[in-house]
T-cell receptor, first 111, second 121 residues
């Protein structure tokens, strides 16, 4: 049972435009959500997080939106840059140690 | 060190051999995790340590897999009698334990190492 789903395996965006990566979850107990970025042959690196008491968190070009009623979160990158090309994972936790990761979305930003 | 360190970075072994993968977490991080990423798939939870104890081993695929942690520091993941389906990148991560302070969460994001790529021939 995949509790965290990223239904788009890949996404291509022109440089300077907005990238929107989506993530759906099924467990209503999840209260903490994170986005990670992964380059080839490297470990994932933390990007941004949001707790369930918020519906938006912003950090520079990155904004995460949480819609608890829809069990949906999204990551917006504005403006997109070629260096943003990577695989993006969302992860969720139910105030425990266990982080459940999605399968990832490969973002390609075209110059 | 400054980050999570894993060794070896690459390991090629023959089916049936045992392998050991090592993880050095960030100093002071009490929580340590092992994840696995098979080709084209997401991160699969294997095991979690809090201190030297492993309260959750539910992700270990079979009894050929085991892990230990000593000194609330280094962890070793051991795979016995390796099979071809064990081929994957094994990722270690560490974090501070998440706590709640008023309405603010102290972030407990995971810090990952670069992984150990295991290939079983």
């Amino acid at each position: 049972d995949q509790q965290v789903k990223q239904n788009s395996p890949s996404l291509s965006v022109q440089e300077g435009r907005i990238s929107i990566l989506n993530c759906d979850y099924t467990n209503s107990m999840f209260d903490y959500f994170l986005w990670y970025k992964k380059y080839p042959a490297e470990g994932p690196t933390f990007l941004i997080s949001i707790s369930s008491i918020k519906d938006k968190n912003e950090d520079g070009r990155f904004t995460v939106f949480l819609n608890k009623s829809a069990k949906h979160l999204s990551l917006h990158i504005v403006p997109s840059q070629p260096g943003d090309s990577a695989v993006y994972f969302c992860a969720a936790s139910a105030f425990t140690y266990k982080y459940i990761f999605g399968t990832g979305t490969r973002l390609k930003v075209l110059a | 060190g400054a980050g999570v360190s894993q060794s070896p970075s690459n390991k090629v072994t023959e089916k049936g051999k045992d392998v050991e993968l090592r993880c050095d977490p960030i100093s002071g991080h009490t929580a340590l995790y092992w994840y696995r990423q098979r080709l084209g798939q997401g991160l699969e939870f294997l095991i979690y340590f809090q201190g030297n104890s492993a309260p959750d081993k539910s992700g270990l695929p079979s009894d050929r897999f085991s892990a230990e942690r000593t000194g609330e520091s280094v962890s070793t993941l051991t795979i016995q009698r390796t099979q071809q389906e064990d081929s994957a990148v094994y990722l270690c991560a560490s974090s501070l334990r998440r706590t709640l302070s008023g309405k603010n969460y102290i972030t407990g994001e995971l810090f990952f190492g670069e992984g150990s790529r295991l290939t079983v021939l």
